[in-house]
């Protein structure tokens, strides 16, 4: 495993142990949260609310109480009256639980106020004390001039409460399980769906790493390279800078040249080989975010033969296949691009336009070869001849054209005469042979084009009828 991999392979467990730490945290949460519930809120107000239901239970019973204490029976047979009530009373049972409402009670009656000899109403009936019942003092009133004669303390049964308690509980424990079942759930999936992230990031990588042309992946505003295939370690010569990033003399290079900043228009860049040897990348950046980061993926095509081939196709198809100078279409393209010159500088422009003479006859004496023989080392004079800035083509058959910028027509005759001598002083493979040329110098005076050039043929022919190897002016 390299450093890098192991390092992603540390920062994935951390991952993994954070996300389960995060999980196992909400789920002991919630668990606190239902605690708490439970103990503070469900439990005091269940309570509350079995302690009231029971209160009220007590007080309607106690109406019957009320209504034989006004009866105005002997006392002996109140007496049994009252017992048989609360007996009754006492039989009232929950039909939930089975289980009796009230477990017992006690009367208290205030003989005073009842008017009644003092001792024998006050009754206990079923359990006097029970630790966990709901204890109700129920006031009793005379039921005529409903005077206070009295209190009836009911006791009534926590089994319902505790019923009621365990119902909640138990739904209470499935919505945890429920809920809990469900963090479960959200982390099984959450962790499903990071391995697939990770699986998915895993392959890009791998094609990202195995793609056969170089990628690179750069920070915006960054100069070292946060990810490198490959090939493009290998292209661009990268080397990790200690960072975790990648960088070299070429990426640095790349770099300064300017990245295309858009996608649809790839950038061809001359990168030079580490070894100096001259190359052509084809550059293009697709800007993506990388880590929530603002990056650029970018990609380059070597294309130093495409380029090659291209630069030999345009020089072909403007150099002569025969004298190795410009073509007649080169000529016309630089002469418009020295006449739009002249339009805007206004320096002299000069043309010397020539021919060879009778050389029908040479080719017929000595043959085609010996003819373009001619015409090759005529070429190569004619090259010689000339400044840097100026430019010779052959124009057609025997007839070649130089362009004099900057060269006023004097200028331009006196280069026009020299090229005449150069090539009549040339020696031949037959000697025999003698070559001179006739043409014509013309200094442009703001005509078209193809006037211009005509001008100086009327020249050249005017040098012909004058007698041949001569130039004129
Ligand atoms: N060897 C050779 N001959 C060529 C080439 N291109 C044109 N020619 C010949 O050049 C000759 C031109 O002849 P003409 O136009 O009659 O002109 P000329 O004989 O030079 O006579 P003037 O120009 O009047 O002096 C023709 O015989 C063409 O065949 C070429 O590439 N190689």
């Known amino acids: 495993m390299t450093k890098t991999a192991f390092a992603r ?13 995060i999980f196992g945290l909400l789920g002991l949460t919630l668990a606190i949260v239902i605690a708490l519930h439970w103990f503070l809120v469900l439990k005091p107000t269940l309570r509350a609310e079995a302690e009231s ?28 009256e009252l017992q048989t ?41 079923g359990r006097d004390d029970c630790a966990e019942c709901f204890v109700a003092h129920i006031p009793l009133y005379h039921p005529q001039d409903r005077l ?36 479960s759930f959200a982390w099984w999936e959450t962790d499903r769906l990071l391995r697939r992230l990770r699986e ?67 950038r061809e860049t001359p990168i030079p080989a580490a070894d100096g040897t001259p190359r052509w990348a084809l550059v293009s950046a697709i800007p993506l975010q990388f880590s929530g980061v603002p990056s650029q993926l970018i990609s380059l095509a070597d294309v130093t033969e495409l380029k090659t081939i291209q630069d030999e196709l345009r020089s072909a198809s403007l150099t002569d296949g025969l004298t190795n100078i410009y073509n007649r279409r080169y000529l016309y393209l630089r002469l418009t691009k020295e006449v739009d010159l002249v339009k805007r500088y206004h320096h002299p422009l000069s043309i010397f336009l020539f021919d060879l003479d009778h050389f029908k006859q040479v080719n017929d004496t000595f043959g085609h070869g010996v003819g373009d023989e001619v015409l090759i080392q005529v070429a190569s004079a004619l090259k010689g001849c000339l400044r840097e800035v100026d430019v010779a083509g052959r124009y057609g ?14 200028e331009a005759l006196e280069v026009a005469e020299r090229i005449g001598a150069v090539i009549k002083s040339l020696q031949w493979s037959q000697p025999a042979l ?40």
């Not at 392979?9 to 730490?21: G, I, V, W």
């Not at 009754?88 to 009656?109: N, V, W």
């Not at 960054?222 to 490959?230: F, I, K, S, T, V």
Request: with cysteine; proline share 4%.
């Open 397 to 410: 058959g025997e007839e070649f054209l130089v362009i004099l910028p900057h060269a006023s027509a004097p």
């Open 9 to 21: 392979h540390r920062r994935s467990l951390k991952f993994e142990r954070n996300l389960a730490l």
């Open 148 to 183: 206070l004669i009295g209190i009836a303390t009911c006791y009534s049964n926590p089994a319902f409460l505790e019923q009621l308690l365990n119902d909640v509980r138990v739904n209470l424990l499935w919505v945890g399980v429920v809920f809990l079942c469900l963090i």
């Open 434 to 473: 003698r070559v001179t040329i006739s043409g014509g110098v013309q200094q442009y005076k703001g005509e078209e084009l193809d006037e211009f050039v005509e001008l100086a043929d009327r020249k050249l022919y005017q040098a012909k009828t004058d007698g041949r190897d001569r130039v004129v002016g």
């Open 200 to 266: 998915s990031e895993s392959n890009l990588r791998s094609v990202f790493e195995a793609a056969p042309f170089p990628m690179v992946l750069n920070e915006d505003g960054q100069l070292g390279l946060r990810q490198a295939n490959r090939a493009a370690k290998a292209y661009l010569d990268l080397r990790e800078d200690g960072s975790e990033h990648f960088s070299s003399e070429l990426w640095l290079t790349l770099y300064a040249a300017g990245l295309p900043t858009d996608v649809s228009e790839p």
């Open 53 to 80: 239901r029971a209160s009220a239970l007590a007080q309607a019973q106690a109406q019957s109480i009320e209504r034989l204490l006004g009866s105005g029976l002997p006392a002996e047979r109140l007496r049994n």
């Open 85 to 125: 009530t609360l007996d009754g009373m006492l039989l009232i049972k929950d039909q939930s639980t089975r289980e009796p409402f009230i477990e017992g009670i006690a009367l208290t009656i205030d003989y005073d106020l009842f008017d009644a000899p003092g001792g024998n109403l006050d009754l206990v009936q």
